[in-house]
């Protein structure tokens, strides 16, 4: 452990990161993928399952963007392919695909940005149509549902964040809407829940969800 900022030297150009519960993603600027960390669920690949990583292991090539979970990995593709490794307990991502996914397992076609929560994934394709994959019930948001497939939630979307019971996106026009629990007034201060992309603020630049804030 270190207290520090600690200099990795690594054999490429590091292009993006991103960082999960206790397991790391890397993307070169080549496309390759890397990861390090806990791999008790796949979510670094097949190499190394069911144990810790200790070095830089490859786990795709051709790799445009990615989010690290709680035990799971989503990224997209060059072509546009939506993928994930990792855990998939409660059907969350596919029904019928097993708990364990050490084999990237494809969830759509076409998508441009992914995000990740802890049980949940967030996409959007390059209509602009922001789609939920998750363990959580779009309609209830109830802990142990899963449609097993994606949701479409929302249209004419840029970026978009959920964390825990809520989802914070960010509109082609600038204006951040809210989604979902809003128990701790965490989307707008009448502690109602939100069905439908509730509008928050316009004439904005980005966004981001955090656990009932």
């Known amino acids: 452990a270190t207290d520090s900022f600690m200099k990795l030297d690594l054999p490429f150009k ?18 390759d993928m890397y990861g390090v960390g806990n791999n008790s669920y796949g979510q670094l690949g097949a190499s190394g399952f069911g144990g810790n990583v200790s070095t830089l292991q490859k786990i795709d090539t051709s790799v445009k963007t990615a989010a690290a979970g709680r035990r799971h990995t989503v990224y997209i593709k060059e072509n546009g392919d939506l993928l994930v490794l990792g855990d998939n307990r409660w059907n969350k991502f596919r029904a019928g695909a097993g708990e364990k996914l050490t084999e990237p397992l494809k969830l759509g076609e076409k998508f441009v940005f992914c995000s990740t929560g802890q049980h949940n994934v967030l996409a959007i394709d390059e209509t602009g149509d922001l789609y939920y994959i998750g363990w959580r019930s779009t309609v209830s948001f109830s802990a142990g549902e899963a449609a097993g497939e994606p949701v479409r939630i929302a249209r004419s979307m840029q970026a978009a964040y959920i964390m825990d019971e809520h989802i914070i996106m960010l509109g082609e026009n600038g204006a951040v809407y809210g989604y979902g629990l809003n128990n701790y007034n965490q989307i707008l201060p009448d502690g109602q829940m939100k069905n439908t992309p509730t ?7 980005g966004c981001g969800a955090g656990t009932h804030y």
């Open 199 to 205: 509008l928050i603020m316009e004439g904005c630049i």
């Open 14 to 31: 590091a292009a993006d990161i991103s960082c999960g519960f206790d397991h790391f993603i890397i993307i070169a600027e080549n496309g």
